[in-house]
Every structure is written in structure tokens, then in C-alpha cells.
């Protein structure tokens, strides 16, 4: 065996055997979190196949909210609303993850719903400067010239790249609202 790949295995084999004390600690930083969400929403919309809950589930389980009433609800926002090409399932999701950190349970607290508005368009707005629309055929259109609304072509959609397109905008989705909740919660934090 080289020097080269002996310094490799030598490094990778503390994960090998679960030793991960033996490893050095790299604290988080923002940006780390936000390429987390945005690798897990990517990487989750591949495996599972439904873009409301991948962006809402990745935003979730870095920012450490999980909640499975939410998770379940966002099951039926897929393909922009049950698949009609309504509002993105991705939008959808992130407007979630951003209505579950900043809104709050008590329909008189107005400031609060205000707060959570301004966050909500802020993220529909940025969604818009990137993809045009937040209508799930409109972006589809935008990133694959086309839009998959017959399920006899879902084959052709997955070979000409429109799942990774889709997972793409997942992926975006998710780091722009969890940018949005982290903004809001450091603004709320030193009082602004």
C-alpha cells in the first residue's frame, strides 16, 4: 500500500470503528447548517420522492424542530398541491418550516402573524427572482423547458433530469427558509 492511501485509511478508520472522539470537533457554522439542509433536501427528494416534505423535513431535522403532525400534513403538497401544479411542493414546504419557527399558536398575537408574513414573502420573493414563479409546472418549465403533468411520461421526466431539476429546487428552497428562520431568530434574539 502507498504512503498516500495508508494516510487515508488511517484517517477514515476511526469512522470505521465508531471512534468518533479520536476525530477533531469542527464546530457548525451557519453556512455548514444551510449546506446541510440544502444537501438533505436534495438528497431526500431522490429517495423518497415528495418535495413539500423533503424541503420541510431537511429544515427540520438540522434546525432541530421535528414535528410529525407538520411532516404528515406536508404529504399531500407534492407536485404543487396533490400533483396538480399548483403552488411547488418545495415553496410549500419551506413556507411551512418558516409559519412552524416564527408564527405563533395565539390567532391575537397580530405582530407575530406580521412577522411571520414579512418572513413568508421575503422567501415566495426570492423564490420568484429565482425560478420566475412558485407554481410548480411554471418552475419546471423554467428548469427543463417542460413540465411533467402525465404520469405515462414520469419516465421520460426522470431520464431527460427533471427529478435532480426538481431536487435542485428542493435543495434551494430549503437553504433560503432556513436562512429566513435563522435571520429571524437572530433578530429576535438581540431584540430587533
Given at each position: 500500500?502507498?504512503?498516500?492511501k495508508a494516510g487515508l ?184
Open positions: 500500500m502507498d504512503k498516500g485509511e488511517q484517517a477514515l478508520n476511526p469512522v470505521r470503528r465508531a471512534q468518533y472522539g479520536a476525530l477533531p470537533f469542527v464546530a457548525a457554522t451557519r453556512e455548514k447548517i444551510l449546506d446541510a439542509i440544502a444537501q438533505t433536501a436534495f438528497t431526500s427528494l431522490g429517495a423518497y420522492g415528495n418535495c413539500c416534505r423533503s424541503t420541510l423535513w431537511a429544515i427540520q431535522i438540522h434546525l432541530r424542530r421535528e414535528d410529525n403532525a407538520t411532516l404528515r400534513a406536508a404529504a399531500v403538497l407534492a407536485g404543487g398541491i396533490c400533483g396538480t401544479g399548483q403552488s411547488c411542493g418545495a415553496v410549500l414546504g419551506g413556507l411551512m418550516a418558516i409559519g412552524e419557527a416564527v408564527a405563533s399558536e395565539d390567532f391575537r398575537e397580530v405582530d407575530v402573524y406580521q412577522a411571520a408574513n414579512a418572513a413568508a414573502k421575503e422567501f415566495t420573493d426570492r423564490i420568484r427572482e429565482l425560478f420566475g414563479s412558485t407554481n410548480c409546472f411554471d418552475i419546471q418549465e423554467a428548469i427543463m423547458g417542460w413540465h411533467c403533468d402525465d404520469p405515462s411520461r414520469g419516465q421520460e421526466w426522470v431520464n431527460d433530469g427533471g427529478a435532480t431539476a426538481c431536487a435542485g429546487v428542493c435543495s434551494q428552497a430549503a437553504r433560503l427558509a432556513a436562512a429566513i428562520i435563522l435571520d429571524q431568530e437572530g433578530a429576535a434574539s438581540h431584540g430587533g
